[in-house]
């Protein structure tokens, strides 16, 4: 952490009211999402304070809302990666990056990503949310709650007021925070991209319960992953404060460089055996090739499309 640039922190932060501030992070992190914070809170500054605040990005550290620095980590780029939202396991040799749910214990000594589905309702929740929350569940034509076709035991929650946003979050915050007490570095946000495939959903308010989220994760101490979503990457990164994204078959379908030009080397790719080709795809796409992509993320698996564990006849574990 460097004084300089905690004190320019503390007057943009006094300044603009900004209450999420960001240090150094140690170890396993950069100073990269301090420096995306600060521009974004400090917008107001003069042209010459902000040329300063530019040179001065990489060790910038925040105002924290307690008035204490805070430091947050983002995922490495080398090492062990798995995605484990199926069932946890260990890997011989150990794990250094894994993505578990969030009911789900993290890997002790490894970067742990907890998932939270903040879009859509959880598998065995839906009747839940339905006898309670009918109105923060998306409705087709006849007033019935909309369900995901992919996956038929989740209905479609609907950001689209401000009251249904408070609705979601009064369920999913505690959640996030629940990640964060139980010792997650990170939270991933499943089906940001449901207002691109579903009818009647507000894209200005499925970004703004976005940007709610990143605000939670972030109060919380933990750093946010954008999941899929490719079209909004460079929005993700630099309109809702993501800090690094997850992608799955990101390879199949050719996208991988959207998230590359928006997250650098800050990208947890997984690509799926039974879609390696993607149906439709331009060209064949092996293993192989997607170890070679020049695209792909530098912490790559290919996982059987269940993430089962090693026992199973469908377990599948390839690490480019």
């Not at 998230?259 to 080709?277: F, T």
Request: glycine share 8%.
């Amino acid at each position: 952490m460097y004084s300089t640039g905690a004190s320019l922190t503390e007057s943009c932060c006094a300044t603009t009211g900004d209450t999420a501030g960001f240090a150094e992070p140690a170890l396993l992190g950069e100073a990269v999402v301090a420096h995306d914070v600060f521009m974004r809170s400090c917008h107001a500054l003069p042209p010459i304070v902000l040329a300063a605040a530019t040179l001065l990005s990489m060790s910038l550290s925040g105002c924290a809302q307690n008035g204490a620095v805070s430091s947050l980590a983002l995922p490495p780029t080398a090492g062990t990666f798995d995605y484990q939202l199926g069932e946890p396991y260990e890997i011989e040799g150990g794990i250094d990056v894994v993505a578990r749910d969030s009911s789900a214990a993290p890997e002790p000594g490894a970067y742990s990503i907890c998932y939270v589905n903040g879009f859509q309702t959880q598998p065995g929740e839906s009747a839940e949310w339905l006898a309670e929350r009918p109105d923060l569940l998306l409705q087709d034509s006849s007033g019935e709650p909309v369900i995901d076709p992919d996956w038929p035991d989740e209905y479609v929650l609907d950001p689209s007021t401000s009251e249904q946003r408070d609705g979601i979050l009064e369920v999913i915050s505690p959640i996030i925070a629940g990640c964060a007490e139980s010792g997650f570095d990170a939270v991933e946000i499943d089906n940001l991209d449901t207002f691109t495939r579903f009818d009647g959903i507000d894209e200005a308010g499925a970004l703004d319960l976005a940007r709610a989220y990143v605000d939670a994760a972030h109060a919380s101490g933990l750093a946010i992953g954008q999941k899929n979503a490719a079209e909004l990457a460079e929005r993700g990164r630099d309109e809702l404060g993501f800090d690094f994204a997850v992608t799955e078959e990101c390879s199949a379908y050719g996208e991988c460089a959207s998230y590359s030009r928006a997250y650098g080397e800050r990208v947890l790719q997984i690509e799926y055996i039974d879609n390696l080709p993607a149906p439709g795809a331009d060209v064949q796409i092996s293993t192989d090739a997607v170890c070679g992509d020049p695209d792909r993320a530098p912490l790559t698996v290919i996982r059987d499309r269940d993430l089962t564990a090693p026992g199973s006849d469908l377990y599948h574990r390839e690490q480019c």
